[in-house]
C-alpha cells in the first residue's frame, strides 16, 4: 500500500473518530433543530374524508368566498380560476373523455371536501395552512360557485359541503368496490 493511501485512511479514521466524538456518538442526536410537542404535531394530523368527516367547524358562502379568492388565489389562479393551464380551477366539464382533458374542480375532481382539504393544506401557495376555518369554506364554496355547482349564497359548512354532488362523482371507480361507492351515496345523499 502507498504512503498516501495510508496517510488518507488514516486521515479519515481521525475524523470519523472526531465526527463520532463530537456528535455524542452515532447514537445520539447531532442536536439539529427544535423538539416539537404533541399539540403542535397535532395540528398537522387531520383527515377529511368524502363523507365529511374530520372537517372543521366554520363555514361560508361564495359571495364571502369571491372577496377572499382576489386577496389570496387570484395571482396564481386568474380571475375566476380562468389560470394558466396547469392552475385553472374553473371550466372543462365534460372533456375528460376528450382527447385533451381540461381538469379542474369542476371537471374531474369527484368530491367537494377533497377541495377544502387541499385548499387547508396547501393554500394559498406562499403561506399555506394560515386560512381561518371561515375562509377555507368561503372559498371552497367560490370555486364551487364558478364552476357552476353550488349558489352564490349557498353555505357550505361540515353538514352541507359533504353533500354537493360533483360533476365528476361517478367518474371514479373505488378500490374497494361499488359497496364503498354505494354506501357514500346512501350516507350522503339520502339522509
Same mark, same amino acid.
Given at each position: %500500500?502507498?504512503? @498516501? ?5 488514516? !486521515? ?9 466524538? !463530537? ?5 445520539? /442526536?447531532?442536536?439539529?433543530?427544535? /423538539? =416539537? ?5 397535532? /395540528? @398537522?394530523?387531520?383527515? =377529511? ?11 361560508? *358562502?361564495?359571495? &364571502?368566498?369571491? +372577496? ?5 388565489? &387570484?395571482?396564481?389562479?386568474?380571475? &375566476?380560476?380562468? #389560470?394558466?393551464? *396547469? ?6 366539464? #365534460?372533456?375528460?373523455? !376528450? ?23 396547501? %393554500?394559498?401557495?406562499? *403561506? ?22 353550488? $349558489?352564490?349564497?349557498?353555505? %357550505? ?8 354532488? %360533483?360533476? *365528476?362523482?361517478?367518474?371514479? $371507480? /373505488? ?6 361507492? +354505494? ?9
Amino acid at each position: %500500500m502507498s504512503m @498516501f493511501r495510508i496517510l488518507l485512511l488514516s !486521515s479519515l479514521c481521525a475524523f470519523n473518530v472526531q465526527a463520532e466524538d !463530537s456528535l455524542g456518538g452515532f447514537g445520539d /442526536s447531532p442536536d439539529l433543530g427544535e /423538539s =416539537i410537542d404533541g399539540t403542535f404535531l397535532k /395540528s @398537522f394530523d387531520y383527515v =377529511i374524508l368524502p363523507n365529511g368527516d374530520g372537517l372543521p367547524t366554520g363555514g361560508g *358562502n361564495a359571495l &364571502e368566498g369571491a +372577496q377572499i379568492y382576489v386577496k389570496y388565489c &387570484e395571482t396564481c389562479h386568474g380571475a &375566476e380560476g380562468a #389560470g394558466r393551464p *396547469n392552475d385553472r380551477l374553473s371550466g372543462g366539464v #365534460g372533456s375528460i373523455d !376528450s382527447a385533451a382533458p381540461l381538469r379542474t374542480v369542476g371537471s374531474y375532481w369527484p368530491y367537494a371536501t377533497t377541495l377544502l382539504d387541499y385548499v387547508r393544506r396547501a %393554500m394559498p401557495y406562499t *403561506n399555506p395552512g394560515t386560512l381561518s376555518n371561515n375562509e377555507l369554506y368561503a372559498i371552497t364554496a367560490y370555486v364551487l360557485n364558478i364552476n357552476g355547482i353550488v $349558489e352564490k349564497n349557498e353555505w %357550505m359548512d361540515a353538514d352541507s359541503l359533504p353533500r354537493v354532488r %360533483m360533476p *365528476n362523482e361517478d367518474g371514479f $371507480e /373505488s378500490a374497494l368496490g361499488d359497496h364503498s361507492v +354505494q354506501f357514500r351515496r346512501e350516507t350522503l345523499h339520502h339522509q
